[in-house]
């Protein structure tokens, strides 16, 4: 029963963003079972967003968003939140550059965990080859030394992919990117053009709020 009304308040949040004060951007996603499963979790969506501080993000926590988010845990759901500083990044999505502005003068420290987006827009004609690049990489990474959680993300029309994860450092991350299937998968994509827009980015977490998948990766 979550499955269909988590797809209805994907439409409604949407234009309850609209406005809201300090948001400079955000994106409403579906999710997958996971980082390594094939199909989509109709019950869990995702919200990335950027804000203009501390007191715009505060001011939507504690809004509306604090309604939903007790609804949804007293009726046995889950709810997870993690603030990001970037540490490193490059690319665009929907063609804006969304990380220009988190960019900070002086770098942060990149020791503890670290929070990774990879998000690409696959071209039609790629689509076959990027499904069959799939599964090596995504049972390499579901193994890897180090990960404490991931999820692949996406939004609709399908072919905009996207995978988050945190991971319990910076090691752990760089021993992953160097692994024989993952550095193969990332030589063809660049070789045969697989995507028309990417974007990288590492991310330092502040903190969290509520449990995924009965945790918090933050934690350990």
Same mark, same amino acid.
């Given at each position: 029963?979550?499955?269909?009304?988590?797809?209805?308040? +994907?439409?409604? $949040?949407? /234009?309850? /963003?609209?406005?809201?004060?300090? +948001?400079?951007?955000?994106?409403?996603?579906?999710?997958?079972?996971?980082?390594?499963?094939?199909? *989509?979790?109709?019950?869990?969506?995702?919200?990335?967003?950027?804000?203009?501080?501390?007191?715009?993000?505060?001011?939507?926590?504690?809004?509306?968003?604090?309604?939903?988010?007790?609804?949804?845990?007293?009726?046995?759901?889950?709810?997870?939140?993690?603030?990001?500083? /970037?540490?490193?990044?490059?690319? !665009?999505?929907?063609?804006? $550059?969304?990380?220009?502005?988190? !960019?900070?003068?002086?770098?942060?420290? *990149?020791?503890?965990?670290?929070?990774? /987006?990879?998000?690409?827009?696959?071209?039609?004609? !790629?689509?076959?080859?990027?499904?069959?690049?799939?599964?090596?990489?995504?049972?390499? +990474?579901?193994?890897? $030394?180090?990960?404490?959680?991931?999820?692949?993300?996406?939004?609709?029309?399908?072919? +905009?992919?996207?995978?988050?994860?945190?991971?319990?450092?910076?090691? *752990?991350?760089?021993?992953?990117?160097?692994?024989?299937?993952?550095?193969?998968?990332?030589?063809?994509?660049?070789?045969?053009?697989?995507?028309?827009?990417?974007?990288?980015?590492?991310?330092?977490?502040?903190?969290?709020?509520?449990?995924?998948?009965?945790? $918090?990766?933050?934690?350990?």
């Amino acid at each position: 029963w979550r499955a269909p009304l988590a797809l209805g308040r +994907l439409g409604t $949040d949407r /234009l309850r /963003l609209r406005g809201t004060p300090g +948001l400079r951007f955000a994106r409403l996603l579906g999710t997958g079972r996971g980082a390594t499963a094939v199909g *989509a979790d109709l019950a869990r969506s995702a919200l990335f967003a950027v804000w203009d501080d501390a007191a715009a993000l505060a001011a939507f926590e504690d809004g509306w968003f604090a309604e939903r988010a007790a609804r949804v845990r007293t009726s046995g759901g889950e709810v997870y939140g993690v603030r990001l500083a /970037l540490l490193s990044g490059h690319g !665009r999505w929907g063609g804006r $550059d969304v990380l220009t502005d988190l !960019r900070r003068p002086q770098p942060l420290a *990149a020791d503890g965990p670290v929070a990774v /987006l990879t998000r690409a827009t696959v071209r039609p004609s !790629r689509w076959h080859r990027f499904r069959g690049s799939r599964p090596p990489v995504s049972e390499e +990474l579901a193994g890897a $030394d180090g990960l404490r959680a991931a999820v692949s993300i996406g939004e609709a029309p399908v072919g +905009l992919q996207a995978t988050f994860s945190i991971w319990s450092d910076v090691a *752990a991350v760089v021993a992953f990117a160097r692994s024989p299937e993952h550095r193969a998968v990332v030589r063809r994509t660049r070789e045969e053009d697989w995507y028309g827009e990417e974007l990288f980015a590492r991310f330092a977490p502040l903190g969290a709020t509520g449990t995924w998948d009965g945790r $918090d990766p933050l934690s350990g």
